[in-house]
C-alpha cells in the first residue's frame, strides 16, 4: 500500500452535468456518514450575503435536502456525523459568539448544547460516542481545547500546551491529536498527546500551516492540510493535502491543484477522502481515490 501510494498521481476526470438543479455556491466542510452512503456540509448560494445551512446528500451528490433553517445564525460550519450515524454536531454563530448544536441526522430534534463564552466552535466526536470535543476561543484569542458529554455537559479543559490548539480529535488508544503553534509561534504543526498530558510528540516540522489532522478509520494514517509549498506561506494561498503514518513517518503529497484543498475527511472504507477544493471563486466538494489518486467532483444535485 505504502509503495502504491508513494507514487500517486493526481488525475482530474472530465466534470460531466448530472441531471437535476445543481447546487452552485459556497460548499465545503463535509463530513461521511459511518456507514458511507451520505454526506454532510455547508452551503450557501452567497457567502458574504446569505446564511449558511447545513445540507446532506448520497456520497455520490444526489438526493439534496436542506437539515438546518437558522437565519438568525448566519454562519453554520464544522458538521460531524456521531459514530452511531445518528446525530450530526456543528457549530453556529449566535449571540455575538458561537456555540455548539447537535441534530438527528434528519435535521429533526435540534438542540443547542453549550452556552459558554466565546466562540466555541470545530466539535468532534470521541469514538465510542459518548463526549464531544472542540475548541473555546475566548478574549486573547487563543483557541483551547475541551472535551465535554454528549448533551453539553461537564465541560473540562483537555490538556493544553502553551500557545494556540486547534482541531482536537481523540483516538481509541486515548491519544489527542491536534494542531498547535506552540513550539514555533510563526508555524503550526500536528502533535499528538496522550489523554492525561503526557507524551506530547510533534508530527510534522514544516515551515507554514500544518492544519486539520484526521485520522483514518484504523487509525493507522493522518490526512491534513499544509501551505508548506506555497511561496509566500500565506494563511489564504495555496493548500494541497497530505498524508502520513500515525507516528508522522512517510509524509506524502496527495494533491497539487491550483487553489485550496482543504477539510478532508476518510471514507470508512479507508480508501477514499472527500475533501473541499476552492479556485478562483470556485468552491466545491471533490473525493479522491487514494489507490488509484484520481480525483472526481461531487455534483450536488436536489
Known amino acids: 500500500m505504502k509503495n502504491l501510494l508513494s507514487c500517486i498521481f493526481i488525475i482530474l476526470l472530465p466534470i460531466f452535468q448530472v441531471p437535476g438543479q445543481e447546487l452552485i455556491g459556497h460548499i465545503?466542510?463535509?463530513d461521511i456518514s459511518p456507514d458511507g452512503k451520505q454526506i454532510v456540509f455547508i452551503y450557501a448560494q452567497d457567502a458574504s450575503k446569505d446564511v449558511w445551512e447545513m445540507y446532506?446528500?448520497?456520497f455520490d451528490g444526489s438526493n439534496v435536502k436542506q437539515l438546518t433553517y437558522l437565519p438568525k445564525a448566519r454562519i453554520k460550519k464544522s458538521p460531524v456525523w456521531s459514530p452511531n450515524g445518528k446525530k450530526i454536531a456543528f457549530q453556529a454563530d449566535v449571540d455575538e459568539g458561537?456555540?455548539?448544536?447537535?441534530m438527528n441526522s434528519d435535521g429533526e430534534s435540534l438542540t443547542q448544547i453549550t452556552d459558554l463564552p466565546g466562540y466555541n466552535v470545530e466539535p468532534h466526536w470521541t469514538p465510542e460516542g459518548n463526549s464531544i470535543v472542540f475548541n473555546s476561543i475566548g478574549?486573547?484569542?487563543l483557541a483551547k481545547m475541551y472535551i465535554m458529554d454528549k448533551d453539553g455537559s461537564n465541560v473540562q479543559a483537555l490538556y493544553n500546551p502553551e500557545g494556540d490548539n486547534w482541531y482536537p480529535r481523540t483516538t481509541r488508544q486515548n491519544k489527542v491529536i491536534f494542531t498547535s503553534d506552540f513550539n514555533d509561534k510563526s508555524h503550526y504543526n500536528v502533535f499528538t498527546v496522550n489523554r492525561d498530558g503526557k507524551n506530547i510528540q510533534q508530527l510534522t516540522s514544516a515551515k507554514g500551516i500544518n492544519w486539520f489532522p484526521e485520522y483514518s478509520p484504523d487509525e493507522s494514517r493522518i490526512v491534513f492540510h499544509s501551505n508548506r509549498d506555497d511561496p509566500q506561506l500565506s494563511d489564504s494561498g495555496d493548500y494541497n493535502l497530505y498524508m502520513m503514518d500515525a507516528d508522522g513517518s512517510n509524509i506524502i503529497q496527495l494533491t497539487k491543484l491550483e487553489g485550496q484543498e482543504l477539510h478532508a475527511k476518510w471514507h470508512p472504507s479507508g480508501n477514499q477522502l472527500i475533501f473541499e477544493w476552492h479556485n478562483k471563486g470556485s468552491?466545491?466538494?471533490y473525493t479522491l481515490d487514494l489507490s488509484t489518486g484520481q480525483i472526481e467532483k461531487v455534483n450536488l444535485t436536489r
Not at 98 to 102: H, R
Request: glycine letters at 18%; a positive charge.
Open 28 to 30: 465545503g466542510r463535509p
Open 56 to 58: 446532506k446528500a448520497d
Open 139 to 141: 478574549e486573547n484569542g
Open 98 to 102: 458561537s456555540q455548539l448544536f447537535v
Open 283 to 285: 468552491r466545491g466538494l
